[in-house]
């Protein structure tokens, strides 16, 4: 069955960074759009990047533009938010997620596999 795992998370500083990894298993990593998105407490979950099969195309949302980069390691089917300059309205629980489709990675419904979370808390 597939699995996504997600580590990183914790307690933050503001202005700190942070690393989160999603560990796949069960599914044809390579062949995957991977996504993160974020959900914050009383708030709808929120997209927050995304990356192609193989890495050549990337978005983000405008928050997190400059800030943030993802990035995947197919031979260790794993995909990675780096997270620099954090700030206190980043904290949420971080979700990774699985899609065959980039064009629609921004919509959480074209997902068809999704991580349990890891808490990120950023501290002012």
């Known amino acids: 069955q597939v699995q996504l795992v997600e580590t990183g998370g914790g307690l933050v500083q503001a202005g700190g960074s942070l690393r989160l990894s999603c560990a796949a298993s069960?599914?044809?990593?390579?062949?995957?759009?991977m996504g993160w998105f974020r959900q914050a407490p009383g708030k709808e979950r929120e997209f927050v990047s995304a990356i192609s099969r193989w890495g050549a195309n990337t978005h983000y949302v405008d928050s997190v533009k400059g800030r943030f980069t993802i990035s995947r390691d197919n031979g260790k089917n794993t995909v990675y938010l780096q997270m620099n300059t954090l700030k206190p309205e980043d904290t949420a629980v971080y979700y990774c997620a699985a899609t065959t489709r980039f064009v629609d990675s921004i919509d959480d419904r074209s997902y068809d596999y999704w991580g349990q979370g890891t808490q990120v808390t950023v501290s002012s």
């Open positions: 069960g599914l044809t990593f390579s062949t995957y759009t």
